[in-house]
């Protein structure tokens, strides 16, 4: 509900997830017009980013990837 209430609220709605790994992002990748993998420089591999995208394409086939975000500097993640 609140993702339906977000799209009549506002042109664009953008959620910052979990790793494609997670089951929530994958639920949340079902609800999404289109997805943006990020990577970070240095550390993400290519082939990961590729593992990524066909993961996507075989569970939510419907999906587009607009492409990578490629952060260079500056944060760090951790996911528990």
Known sequence: KLLARC????RFV??????AHYAE??????????V??????GVTRR???FA???SLSRQVPHHAVLGVVLE???ASYAHA
């Open 7 to 10: 799209r009549g609220d506002f």
């Open 14 to 19: 953008v959620i910052d997830s979990a790793a």
């Open 25 to 34: 992002t994958l639920v949340l990748a079902q609800q999404s017009d289109a």
């Open 36 to 41: 943006l993998v990020p990577a970070r420089a």
């Open 47 to 49: 082939e990961e980013i």
């Open 52 to 54: 990524v995208h066909d």
């Open 72 to 74: 260079t500097h500056g």
